[in-house]
């Protein structure tokens, strides 16, 4: 069992940033995928970034170039630095895990979720 907790959230003008993190406890495997997710007021979950234990990292194309996915291993967090937010970006952030996983950015094979932190981009 992994546990994630997010911090970072808060409200921010367009074109303003903000760093999310996430603190989790030690995964069972060495193989591991995590992920931060979003959820924008009415809508469905969505994809943000992704990377693995193997140095693989992607994002979706809506925050390419403005999103950076990090982990801090000896700290066991994972951020989530976030440039040039604009209001679409609005949402609440979830981070998520996997152990034995590799390059996964489908959100059914994550097992571990944290609670989510709100970010409010405002206009």
């Known amino acids: 069992q992994v546990q994630l907790v997010e911090s970072g959230g808060g409200s921010v003008q367009e074109g303003g940033s903000l760093r999310l993190s996430c603190a989790r406890t030690d995964f069972t495997s060495s193989h591991y995928c995590m992920g931060w997710f979003r959820q924008p007021p009415g809508k469905e979950r969505e994809g943000v970034a992704y990377?693995?234990?193997?140095?693989?990292?992607t994002y979706e194309d809506s925050v390419k170039g403005r999103f950076t996915i990090s982990e801090d291993n000896a700290k066991n967090t994972l951020y989530l630095q976030m440039h040039r937010l604009k209001a679409e970006d609005t949402a609440t952030y979830y981070c998520?895990?996997?152990?034995?996983?590799?390059?996964?950015?489908?959100?059914?094979?994550?097992?571990?979720w944290g609670q989510g932190t709100l970010v409010t981009v405002s206009s």
């Open positions: 990377l693995d234990s193997h140095g693989w990292s």
């Open positions: 998520a895990a996997e152990d034995s996983c590799a390059r996964s950015t489908l959100a059914s094979v994550y097992r571990y």
